[in-house]
């Protein structure tokens, strides 16, 4: 679909006209040293699937093969570091440069946190929640921009298609549940329907998930361009049944560009207060927000009972 260009070459030039010339330098000597170490190293995640999509990101996750943290300071000396997790990020100007030593995960049991150990880029990309997010381009100068696909990314994104890697990838983390919704709308993909089965016969293990996370992943929803899309998607499928049993998500028309505690009293203001509480209390809300969503809850309450007062 590139005529004749290699696609390795295609990618590449892509993303030298993706970055500022500083950051594709700073690229190309990560490259360098990455090689001198016998260090494989990728551009992997969202940043690939949005080239190939063509679209921007400004978010840049690399993984080496080796010392993640070491090969960071040694391209920018600025770089903070959290040796202990193999992890390091690089900012510059309005760009983040996430580097990883490649990992793989455990869970111990579904919703827990995954115990992660050394590996390489095949069980990294392994790990990750569906196929379009799953592709690496090499960044080494001798391969630079060949593309490692092992579980069919790019064909997804042809086919406008959401897909898991692994059955269990649902019951591992339901929060995946959420992100399978935000990029089916965020695309206009449809969910593969092994991954939609899996998602619809996966819904109760969101009772796996604590508040906080749950929370935050509704947060990231309320700051797609579309959140109400995704909602409506959520209520219709009947994920947010699961969290209350009468939200619904259909009545956000207005949330698009609103505050996060505005866009959750509209999200609950459907609810009867007793419900709305029990949701306060399940999504663990600062305490700030939780009286804000109360309140409201409360005077809705109120406006009803002097609604039920006027003269027909």
Known sequence: ????????????????????????????????????????????????????????????????????????????????????????????????????????????????????????????????DFTINAIAVNLSPTSMGQLLDPFGGKRDLEQRLIRILHPKSFTDDATRIFRALRYEQRFDFKLEENTRKLLLQDIPQLNTISGDRLRHEIELIFKEKAPQKVLARAGELGVLRQLSPNLRGDNLAQVQGASLTLSFCFLLYPLSRQEGESLIARLNFPKTTGHILSQTLALKEELLKLAALLPT
């Open 1 to 128: 679909s590139y005529g004749i260009m290699p696609l390795a070459v295609h990618i590449a030039s892509q993303l030298q006209a993706h970055l500022p010339p500083p950051l594709w330098e700073l690229l190309l000597r990560a490259g360098g040293v990455a090689q001198a170490k016998g260090w494989p190293l990728y551009l992997v995640g969202g940043i690939v699937r949005d080239l190939i999509l063509g679209r921007s990101s400004q978010d840049l996750d690399i993984v080496v093969e080796g010392d993640a943290p070491f090969l960071a300071k040694t391209i920018s000396p600025e770089a903070v570091t959290h040796p202990r997790f193999g992890t390091a990020k690089v900012r510059f100007e309005q760009w983040s440069l996430d580097l990883a030593s490649a990992r793989q995960e455990e869970y111990p049991h579904p919703g827990a946190l995954p115990q992660v150990r050394p590996s390489d880029i095949h069980h990294d990309l392994g790990r990750r």
